[in-house]
């Protein structure tokens, strides 16, 4: 018998498994739920790179939990297993602790895992494996899916968590491109770093995360080769420390005062009052409140955070593990990782070797550095305009959804819902989780897709079956 029109949720990732967690626990008896997994070769599985390298998740334990309504779930499924033991220590009362992504991996699957068992029998749950290719409205409201396998799936609501795309190659790169093996443009595949030799040097385009986990992923394989890692201001993320809570000092509404005013406010309060506390707790102080700021920034302020804060912003709030930060500064030490501002003048391919020449900020003149790989770590690539995907090439050309003013995303309402080519919403068409920030800026880490997936399933929980009404914007 054919399935009715349910919940399909596309995307198995961090955010489709939170997605599918929240829908499971709280959709009504008889619920059509289908969940479908994507391709298999992205190695990033829930925080960063799966288990390809030993690192630690940068967000503190007692942020993680998969449960909106339970934040201390994660903390107590570790204090259930934790073993004293002298290379082991115990996970403290606060949850300040970084687990490994691995850990934290076994831990999502397991919460999905349950959720499944617990109530998959009185839900209609189906699980599929193929990527989604072709989306279709049909005239009754109700969605058709196109497996590439060659499967059609109806839908009447789809939940789309299809998480961030690679880095977009630089324009210094056009004449090469991924053409030329040397270029590694995307830096979270499973496979990316196997071709770097043990001894070559390595340029790396990008300072943050990426950069960091690729220059860990090089470690772990042998690689003893020198490595630089530039970017236009060579900043690299700050190391996380303990924090006290600080008492809030902006409102919601004080976005609307623009990011030059919002910065000096910040750095008030820390030379003053946040002395005594230490900066990371005041920058933790704006976490209940970011999205709030964001929304009431406006369109010019939140373009003017992007120009002008940005990379600020990011070194400061995205922070990394002490494990890793420890890590890349002993590799600094030993002078096997430079980390330079510049700009990238031009990559020329040449038989044995790629020229890449930088010019240095606040040097002046230029660099040039013969290496064997290039790495892509720049932030995730987000013209959709010019994506190649299937399915995201086939939402935007029936229009179903356009990209957001910031070329952040796709925009969506508060709801989640995808604005069509018209500004019109698209009824019954969702998108969760990095394809969201120019709604939700800090959608890209667990609080913030955790937070927005319940949302979106407390709503559906209300009315899984009825059909999506057309609203306008
Ligand atoms: C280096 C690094 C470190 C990080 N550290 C942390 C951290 O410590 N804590 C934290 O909370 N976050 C962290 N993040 C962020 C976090 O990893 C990502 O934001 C998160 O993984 C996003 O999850 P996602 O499911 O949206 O995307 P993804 O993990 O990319 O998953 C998307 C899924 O969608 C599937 N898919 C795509 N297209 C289709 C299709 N057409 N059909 C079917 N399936 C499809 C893909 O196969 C993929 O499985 C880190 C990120 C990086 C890069």
């Given at each position: ?13 961090l ?66 297993r ?28 397991e ?26 409205r ?10 590439g ?7 009447r ?16 790169l ?5 053409a ?93 009052t ?7 707790s ?19 302020g ?17 922070r ?36 890449v ?117």
């Amino acid at each position: 018998m054919e399935k009715a029109p349910g919940i399909v949720v596309i995307g198995m990732g961090l955010t489709g498994s939170i997605a599918a967690i929240h829908l499971l626990r709280s959709l009504p008896d008889g619920a059509s739920l289908t969940l479908i997994e994507g391709p298999e070769d992205i190695d990033r599985r829930h925080a960063g790179h799966g288990g390809r390298i030993s690192v630690p998740v940068n967000i503190r334990a007692a942020h993680m939990s998969a449960l909106e309504d339970d934040p201390a779930h994660f903390v107590r499924w570790l204090w259930a297993r934790d073993v004293p033991s002298p290379q082991r220590r115990l996970v403290p009362p606060t949850g300040h602790t970084f687990v490994e992504r691995s850990q934290f991996n076994d831990y999502i699957d397991e919460v999905l895992r349950v959720a499944l068992a617990e109530h998959g029998s009185r839900l209609s749950v189906s699980r599929l494996g193929a990527p989604v290719t072709g989306i279709t409205r049909l005239e009754n409201g109700d969605y058709r899916l196109l497996t590439g396998a060659g499967d059609t799936v109806m839908a009447r609501h789809v939940v789309l968590c299809l998480g961030s795309l690679p880095p977009a190659l630089p324009p210094q790169l056009a004449g090469l491109g991924a053409a030329d093996e040397r270029i590694i443009a995307d830096p979270w595949s499973a496979s990316a770093y196997e071709k770097v030799g043990a001894e070559e040097a390595v340029v790396i385009y990008g300072t943050g995360h990426t950069m960091a986990d690729a220059v860990l992923a090089l470690d772990a394989q042998g690689h003893r080769g020198p490595i630089v890692a530039f970017s236009s201001r060579g900043l690299l993320p700050q190391e996380h420390d303990h924090v006290r809570p600080y008492p809030l000092f902006l409102d919601g509404g004080d976005g609307a005062l623009g990011p030059l005013e919002l910065l000096r406010r910040v750095r008030r309060e820390v030379a003053g009052t946040g002395q005594r506390y230490g900066w990371r707790s005041v920058m933790d102080a704006l976490v209940p409140v970011t999205d709030a700021l964001w929304q009431s920034a406006g369109e010019a302020g939140r373009r003017q955070f992007l120009r002008h804060l940005r990379p600020y912003w990011d070194v400061h709030a995205h922070r990394l593990s002490p494990n890793i930060a420890g890590r890349l500064s002993v590799l600094q030490v030993q002078g096997r990782l430079r980390i330079v501002p510049g700009r990238l003048v031009s990559v020329t391919a040449e038989p044995e070797r790629l020229r890449v020449v930088l010019s240095r900020r606040g040097i002046g003149g230029q660099w040039r550095l013969d290496v064997g790989h290039f790495i892509v770590c720049s932030s995730p690539r987000c013209d959709y305009e010019r994506i190649s995907d299937p399915l995201m090439k086939a939402l935007l050309a029936t229009g179903l959804a356009r990209p957001d003013g910031l070329q952040l995303g796709l925009e969506v309402t508060g709801r989640s819902e995808l604005i069509g080519v018209g500004g019109g919403v698209t009824p019954g068409l969702y998108a969760l989780g990095p394809t969201c920030r120019g709604q939700l800026w800090e959608v890209t880490s667990l609080p913030d897709i955790r937070a927005q997936a319940a949302r979106l399933a407390g709503y559906l929980a209300t009315s899984p079956d009825e059909l999506p009404v057309l609203e306008q914007a």
